[in-house]
């Protein structure tokens, strides 16, 4: 592989790790510091980014990576597309599949912290900027990502040759 493909893959691997990264700590920071608990559909998209990080991370380590970055590409696309159906269903554009969810607070009484839970529904957004919310800037930044992956992915095996 030429110096061009190495550097597409490196920058590809690089999308593949940061973007997981990114949007997990955004997530778990609005989760912990604002109080934006996830209702199932966010869980839905934390747990294909949990597998695009655990996948990007193996491919740190090997030196013939390409097809790992491309599952860590594909992982980050089905969170994306996850975000999207989820989007759909705060906007009321769909129905989905759950109403809503809620999340128990761990030690003390089960009984109290079962009937004290936020109450999380899917087709509500907590929160929104510029009229996006969360699932839907999921859906953005984990489309582009998922895009510039596959080109970056595309571009090392033409350069490869």
Known sequence: MNQGGRTALKLARLV??????????????????????????????????????????????LRESR???????????????????HAGVEYHWWQG??????????GGDPLAAIMNAPLVRCDTAPWDLLGVSLAGWNFLFSGSAALAIAFLLL??????R
Do not use: D, K, N
């Open 67 to 85: 097809a790992i970055v491309g599952l860590a590409g594909f992982a980050i696309a089905v969170a994306g597309l996850i975000g999207l159906f």
């Open 97 to 106: 599949f759950t109403a809503c969810t809620s999340t128990a607070a761990a």
């Open 16 to 61: 593949a790790l940061a973007t997981p990264l990114a949007l997990l700590g955004g997530a778990y920071i609005g989760q912990f510091a604002f109080g934006l608990f996830p209702c199932e559909m966010c869980w839905w998209q934390r747990y294909a980014h949990f597998t695009a990080l655990g996948l990007a991370v193996v491919a740190l380590f």
């Open 155 to 160: 571009r090392s095996r033409e350069t490869a």
